[in-house]
C-alpha cells in the first residue's frame, strides 16, 4: 500500500510546486505592472504639471502680446502723424487714425485695398510707398500733394521706410506722413497780410486826402441847392453832385475799415438774433427798392446752449448782411435767399456753421479763387472790398468762409464760428503784429 502512494504525492508535490511558482512569477509581474503604472502615473502628473506650466506660459505670452498689441494699436492711433503700411502686394495692412482724419476716409474701408486705388500723387506719379519698395530705399521729409479717391487734396511731408523681417528680408514699407495744409495756409494768409498791410497803409492815406475835400463839395452843393427852386434844372445837377460825392464818400469808408486794423467788442450774444436783424435791414432794403420776387426762408436749427457765441455782433451783422445783399443783387430774375444755422461736424474749423444761400447767377469758374480779394468786384458800380471786408471779419474771430457756386445755379456761402474764439485776446490784426518772427520764417 505504502509503495503504491508514493508516486501520487510525489505528482501532486510537483504539481503544487509548479502553480506557486507560476503564482510568484505572476505575483511579480503583477508588482512589476504595479510598478510600471505608478511610474506610468507619476509620468503622467509631471507632463500634466509640465503642461499647466506651459500653458500659464503660454497664457501670460499670449497676454504679454496681447497687451503689446493692444499698446501699439493705441500708440498708432495716439500719434497725431499718419502711418499707413502696406504689405509686397501693395495693400493696406495699417491705417491709423491720424490717417482716417487727415485723408477723411475710414480704416475699415481701405484696409486690404492696394494703396494706389486710395490715394495718388497730384502729379500722377505712383504712390511713395510703391516706390519705396520698388527702388528699395527708403525716402525721408518728402514734401507733396496727394488726392484721395474721394477727391480730397492735401499737402503732406511723408518719411517711408522698408519694413524688415528678422532675416532682413523685405516684407513691406510704411509711410509717416503729417498735413502741411493748415501750414501752408498760414503761409498764404502771412503772404496776404503783409500786402494787406501796405495797401491798407496806402489807402489809408488817400482815403484821408480825399475824404476832407469830398465834405467840402458835399457842404457846398447842399447850400447851393438852397439857391435853385425844385423848378430849375440847376437844381437837379447840385442833387447830382451830393449823391456823387455820397457815393465816393461810401468808398473812402470803406477803404478806410479795410484799412484799419479791426477791433472787436467780444460780448455773448446768439447767433439767430445777429441773422433775424440782418435779414429786417434785407428786408426792408428790398421794399425800398422795390425788389419783390425774393423770398426769404430762414433754417435756424442750433438749440439753445449752441445758439450763444463769443463775437461782435455789429461786425458779424455787418458781414451777414453784405453776404445777403449780394445774393439779393446776385437773383435778378427773382429767387429765393435762405440764410441757415448748423452744428459743424467737423470741429477743427468751428463749432457753428451760417450758411446763406441764394439761387442766382452763380460765379464764374474763372472767378472763383479771386473773389475774397480787395478791389476785386464784377459790378461796374463796386469798390471790391465787400467780400475782402467779410473776410476779415470772420477771420478775426478765428473763423473761416468757405462757399460753393455753380454757374447759372447759385451760391452758398459757409461761415463756420467758434463759440469761444481766442479774439477775446486778439483781434486778427493783433495777432499777425505779434508774430513777426513766423512770418520771417515762412517769408
Known sequence: MIMESTPLNTFSRCQT????AAFNQFNQYTLRLEESYNQLQNRVKAIDEEMAHANACLSDKVQALDSLTKYLHSLLG?????????????EISTFNRASEK???LNASDVLGKRVDAIIKSSNGSAPLMLLTLKRG???????????????????????VSLIKDAHDNTIGAVEV????????????????????????AMSACIAHEIRNPLNGIEGFSALLARDFSDSDPRKKLVKNIIQ????????????????????????????SEILNKTLFFVAEDMKQKGISGIHIIKEFTLDAASDMIRCDA?????AFLNLCMNAVQSMTQGGVLTVFTAKTEDHAYGDVLVGI???????KKELVGKIFDPFFTTKHEGTGLGLAIVNKIVEAHNGKIFFESLEGSGTTFYTHLLKNPLCDLYTFDDMFSKTGELSAQFA
Do not use: M, Y
Open 177 to 200: 506722413f503729417r498735413d502741411l495744409s493748415e501750414i501752408r495756409e498760414l503761409e498764404t494768409r502771412l503772404r496776404k497780410a503783409d500786402k494787406l498791410a501796405a495797401i491798407g
Open 244 to 271: 456823387g460825392t455820397k457815393n465816393l464818400n461810401k468808398t473812402v469808408t470803406e477803404l478806410l475799415v479795410f484799412a484799419r486794423p479791426l477791433k472787436l467788442s467780444i460780448s455773448d450774444c446768439r447767433i
Open 357 to 363: 444761400k441764394d439761387t442766382g447767377t452763380g460765379i
Open 314 to 318: 455789429e461786425k458779424l451783422q455787418q
Open 102 to 104: 487727415i485723408l477723411r
Open 17 to 20: 510546486t509548479d502553480l506557486t
Open 78 to 90: 495716439s500719434i497725431h502723424s499718419g502711418v499707413i503700411a502696406i504689405n509686397l502686394k501693395g
Open 137 to 159: 530705399r527708403n525716402c525721408i521729409d518728402v514734401k507733396r500733394q496727394i488726392e484721395t479717391d474721394k477727391g480730397l487734396s492735401k499737402w503732406v511731408e511723408s518719411s
